[in-house]
């Protein structure tokens, strides 16, 4: 007893100090963003203030100091999540096993849980859509119109998207009123994007993941109001996110099911068939993902590689199937894509985007060194700056959150290759403005605290602009879309929560609302599967992640954006709870 005791604490300690050390793989990080971003909100640098050696060596120490005072109670509360309630979610420690259904007990299918949890989405939205009825018709729906009725399509939004919007608006012209075309795409897109929701509680309640975990999930897509007022939103961020999850969700099933050779034994010939659809359908919805966005596509080719390597785990005869598997679901994919793109362009005879979209960052820190360092740049370099960023519009334009006003003036089409040399002298030169423009413009994807993402158009209910946005975009005449609100009251007390910001008064539920935590989230996701030795769970979720990357690249911060990441994650993290269960079907392991 005495030997088994001894045994018992040793391994507990070993236990303790492995989740030591993974807790301070996400609080270490976290712990950087909070003084970071502090900084920069109260500083406008991360580097401190004063320029001498002596101040960068004592805003560097404190640096340290704060870091490490944070990264405690920071890994203190992720271990809280890696531990789960307790060793026995550790996969591979004995008790690990999901629990049992008791006898007797019986489980509904599957549809009608997804018919049950779609209904109820969507009948908790049709307030909010009598609200804002026909529709918010926001944010780039006036662009993509207009391209509508000119016939004159470009790739800068996507094509799909753009005719998908398109097809309700000509209903609308049909119709005599294009405020009804508007109004039956609200409706479709809201049972879309309810069933979308459905499917994934659905998928956890296959799954046996805690009732509580399920009914908080439920409330948060019923009633939470960016869920709500997206579904209404004629921007192409909705239909993707919705498509992302639709991805990671069939993703999760292929590669983390269990397949015989895990124990469990099903019927060859209906696992087999089950596999193949699973299959078929990932790639069906990688295929719509990638025409839905333009950068999901490069967020997918960097994932790819990485999820073909984690299949190889194991130097085993199912881990090559699972790579030569993937690796033919992959290729099929972007041949379809790539087929159905180039149809798209030229069915519609579409010109091509601007590649200035892809020069936001670069630009921002060239805008922001004129505007902090002007007298400190050299006169020739300071010649040759003013050829693509004038100073007769640069100290007014330049925002530190917003890419835009700079994006939009910067002259680049004349020699792209001299801006980009330009670029790289001027950052040799000054490369601490460079670190601070890029981290403040992308401050609300990392720093849990910003509020700038949810000011950088404007704030109030009459511009519409705040969190979300809902002003009502103009049309030529003849095609305008009409607001008539059947439910004012609704609509103003929504209108303070997404256009005055009212959210961030409320200490707590205010983090719900910033797209930060989603991001963390996803980050504590990815370690609580690493810190368990679940290695595989980690896969689904490499898209995400590359996609998050994706937009540190963006021009701005908004919540559109991050959707994707909002809507997934709280799914796919129960996935890891205690009691979930994995998959008992043929994988491609």
């Known amino acids: 007893m005495a030997y088994i005791r001894k045994t018992d604490i040793y391994i507990l300690l070993v236990e303790n100090k492995r989740l030591f050390c993974y807790a301070l793989l996400w609080g270490i990080p976290f712990s950087i963003s909070c003084v970071l971003g502090w900084r920069l909100v109260h500083e406008g ?3 401190g203030l004063g320029s001498s050696a002596a101040a960068y060596a004592g805003s560097f120490l404190l640096f340290l100091l704060e870091t490490a005072v944070l990264s405690l109670p920071a890994a203190a509360l992720a271990s809280m999540v890696m531990r789960g309630g307790g060793r026995k979610c550790d996969r591979g420690v004995p008790g690990s096993e999901p629990e049992k259904v008791a006898e007797g007990t019986v489980r509904r299918p599957a549809w009608q849980a997804w018919l049950f949890y779609s209904l109820l989405i969507f009948l908790s939205w049709v307030p909010v859509f009598l609200a804002y009825y026909p529709s918010v018709f926001a944010y780039d729906a006036e662009g993509q119109l207009y391209q509508v009725l000119a016939g004159d399509y470009s790739t800068h939004h996507p094509l799909l998207h753009t005719l998908f919007l398109g097809a309700f608006f000509r209903l609308g012209v049909a119709l005599g009123s294009c405020s009804a075309g508007m109004a039956v795409h609200s409706v479709v897109q809201m049972a879309l994007m309810a069933g979308v929701f459905g499917w994934a509680l ?3 309640y296959e799954r046996r993941v805690p009732g509580l975990a399920r009914t908080l999930l439920l409330v948060f897509f019923a009633f939470f109001p960016a869920h709500s007022v ?7 961020d909705v239909l993707f996110a919705a498509l992302v999850l639709l991805y990671t969700l069939s993703l999760y099933r292929i590669v983390c099911s269990r397949s015989p050779g895990d124990g469990q034994h099903a019927v060859a010939g209906q696992s087999e068939k089950a596999g193949k659809r699973e299959v078929a359908l990932c790639v069906f919805w990688t295929v719509l993902m990638l025409l839905f966005r333009n950068n999901a596509v490069y967020a997918f080719v960097v994932s790819a590689p990485v999820i073909y390597a984690g299949l190889g785990e194991r130097n085993t005869w199912s881990s090559r199937a699972a790579r030569k598997t ?5 290729l099929l994919a972007l041949v379809l894509y790539g087929v159905c793109a180039f149809s798209l362009k030229a069915f519609t005879h579409a010109q091509s985007g601007s590649p200035r979209e892809m020069l936001s960052v670069p630009l921002q820190q060239m805008a922001r060194t004129r505007v902090r360092a002007e007298e400190k740049i050299d006169p020739s370099l300071r010649q040759e700056l003013e050829k693509y960023i004038s100073s007769e519009w640069v100290f007014a334009a330049y925002n530190p959150h917003l890419a835009d006003p700079v994006k939009s003036r910067a002259v680049i089409h004349d020699d792209p290759a001299g801006l980009i040399k330009t670029w790289v002298k001027l950052g040799w030169k000054h490369p601490a403005i460079y670190i601070d423009a890029f981290l ?4 609300g994807l990392w720093y849990l ?4 993402h949810a000011q950088v158009y404007g704030i109030g209910t009459e511009s ?3 969190y979300l946005s809902t002003d009502n975009r103009a049309m030529p005449a003849g095609f305008e879309v009409e607001e008539h609100s059947l439910i004012p009251g609704l609509r103003a007390f929504m209108e303070k929560i997404v256009s005055d910001n009212a959210y961030s008064r409320i200490p707590v539920v205010r983090l719900l609302f910033a797209p930060a935590l989603y991001w963390w989230l996803l980050y504590l996701y990815m370690v609580t599967a690493l810190y368990r030795k679940r290695y595989r769970e980690t896969l689904p979720v490499v898209f995400l992640a590359a996609y998050c990357l994706t937009l540190l690249l963006s021009p701005t911060v908004l919540v559109r954006y991050s959707y994707p990441v909002m809507v997934t994650i709280p799914v796919i993290l129960p996935c890891l709870a205690p009691g979930a269960r994995q ?6 392991q």
């Open 583 to 588: 998959e008992e079907s043929e994988n491609i």
């Open 464 to 466: 519409g602009f705040g």
């Open 449 to 452: 605290w910003d509020t700038s």
């Open 202 to 204: 659905s998928f956890l």
């Open 45 to 47: 640098t991360v580097f």
């Open 440 to 443: 403040d413009n992308s401050l």
């Open 230 to 236: 997206l579904s209404l939103s004629t921007t192409k």
């Open 326 to 330: 993937f690796l033919c679901m992959t």
